[in-house]
């Protein structure tokens, strides 16, 4: 019988990539920055599977959004690893390395996902999956892994909320996932001179993408997608509780063949704390004062937009009034232009606090508003996009306008009418009011006394 043969592969992980090493989850999905030994971890982790599986013929994938990708990304990877193993054959037309045991490791393109259709894998990494059509997953690899109960890992960098999102967020909820984020300020894989050079080559967008993980960032022309970003770190989006003590105020996106969008907001202190969003379509006034109600809160003011005051053709009311006969309080919010509107927003998003479960949709609509991109100039238009964010982006614009409101403004001083002088601690002579004032006051005087 021959003798059982140490074989070392030349590969030391990275401390950062233990958790994914180590883990006995089935599943696992990693957001991970850009050169962070993403596909060299993943190739490694190919290469244990194949040696140490006792199965027969054990299957082993990775897959690259193109073939073209898998090539340049990971098969000099895959070579050089399996190397070191005596009696590995790769096969470079084929993109595939048979092992000793029986095992055989080969790279797809998820462009052609339709070629993995067929065999059976006991292991596979979807690398870069943001980039990849989730069918390739859904209809052709997840069932590969029903016979063998085979693993899978999902690996990239975010690119705004698509499948690879959905598969981050499910990982963070479900006990057979492993979630791991490798975000480049925690890591100190990349040295901090080669970030600094980065940033100042990328878009802060474009840096928090690659390098902070960020899935806000790739929506490009988002208006808030940042600002959002930057209270989620700081914890402002995650349950708050309405405080009993303070009314509740309402600010409504009314549409009337569209959606109706309503924030239900409390001011404590300087914090705004959004505790609860409501949006649905082709339903009257009655409906949402019903649905505010059930809610059981003490509530002030309703703010509007500005033509809710017109009159509706149907009923001659006006939608003020119908808010009044239905026990409402409707109170207009200043008319504004929508980029001023926007910018109040983006001012205020600091101070601003959401229920993470409650307005879930609104803070994804928020996240999601953007402007409109001009196709044929290949430039973004000066207005939002009209879509499904735009509802609840512009109840959230109102929210701003009618928190301005609110807060009280420092009273003027009241000008003066009599000419004073006092002495100052210095000796000197000082007035209360400035020589244009005591002209102007002169002026008038002689006027009237004419
Ligand atoms: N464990 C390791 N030990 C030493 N070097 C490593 C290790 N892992 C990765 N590297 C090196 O770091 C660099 C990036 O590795 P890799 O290509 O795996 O990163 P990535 O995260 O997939 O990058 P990208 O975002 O460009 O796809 C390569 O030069 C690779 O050789
Ligand atoms: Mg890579």
Redesign the pocket.
């Known amino acids: 019988m021959a003798e059982a043969q140490r074989v070392v592969i030349p590969?030391?992980?990275?401390r950062q990539?233990m958790p994914l090493h180590d883990r006995k989850e089935r599943w696992a999905c990693v957001v991970?920055?850009?050169?962070?030994?993403?596909?060299?971890?993943?190739?490694?982790e190919l290469i244990r599977g194949a040696l140490t599986s006792t199965k027969q013929e054990p299957r082993f994938a990775y897959v690259a959004p193109y073939y073209a990708q898998a090539k340049d990304?990971a098969w000099t990877?895959l070579k050089r690893f399996c190397s070191v193993i005596p009696g590995a054959e790769p096969n470079e037309s084929e993109l595939r390395v048979d092992l000793p045991n029986g095992a055989r490791i080969r790279l797809y393109g998820a462009d052609n996902y339709d070629r993995m259709r067929g065999g059976y894998l006991d292991g596979v990494i979807l690398?870069?999956y943001a980039d990849m059509d989730p069918n390739a997953w859904s209809e052709v690899i997840r069932p590969m892994l029903a016979d063998r109960i085979g693993w899978a890992i999902f690996i990239g960098?975010p690119k705004g909320k698509n499948a690879f999102w959905e598969l981050w967020d499910r990982s963070n909820k479900s006990p057979d996932w492993l979630p791991l984020m490798l975000r480049a300020s925690k890591t100190g894989?990349v040295a901090k001179a080669e970030l600094d050079d980065a940033r100042a080559m990328m878009t802060p967008e474009q840096y928090e993408q690659?390098f902070e993980c960020s899935f806000e960032a790739a929506i490009v022309g988002s208006y808030y997608g940042s600002d959002i970003a930057k209270i989620e770190r700081a914890g402002q989006i995650t349950k708050v509780e309405p405080e009993p003590l303070l009314p509740v105020y309402t600010t409504w996106d009314l549409g009337i063949g569209d959606s109706t969008s309503i924030w239900l907001w409390q001011a404590v202190g300087k914090q705004i704390r959004v505790i609860d969003h409501i949006e649905d379509h082709g339903k009257g006034l009655p409906h949402y004062a019903a649905e505010l109600s059930a809610r059981g809160h003490v509530y002030a003011e309703d703010f509007v937009p500005h033509d809710a005051r017109a009159r509706e053709l149907g009923t001659g009311r006006t939608r003020v009034e119908t808010l009044l006969s239905l026990g409402r309080k409707p109170r207009v919010v200043p008319m504004h232009t929508v980029m001023d509107g926007i910018n109040a927003a983006r001012v205020l998003m600091p101070q601003v606090w959401f229920d993470e479960d409650k307005c879930a949709r609104g803070i994804e609509a928020l996240r999601q508003y953007r402007r409109e991109y001009d196709d044929k100039t290949r430039a973004f238009k000066e207005r939002p996009l009209h879509d499904w964010t735009s509802h609840a982006a512009d109840a959230f614009r109102y929210l701003a306008m009618a928190y301005r409101e609110l807060t009280p403004r420092a009273p003027e001083k009241p000008k003066p009418t009599e000419l004073q002088y006092h002495v100052n601690d210095a000796g000197q002579l000082t007035s209360n009011m400035s020589v244009r004032e005591i002209v102007e006051m002169r002026m008038k005087r002689k006027a009237r006394d004419l």
């Open positions: 590969y030391s992980p990275r990539f991970a920055h850009r050169r962070a030994g993403k596909t060299v971890a993943c190739v490694n990304a990877y690398d870069e960098t894989l690659e």
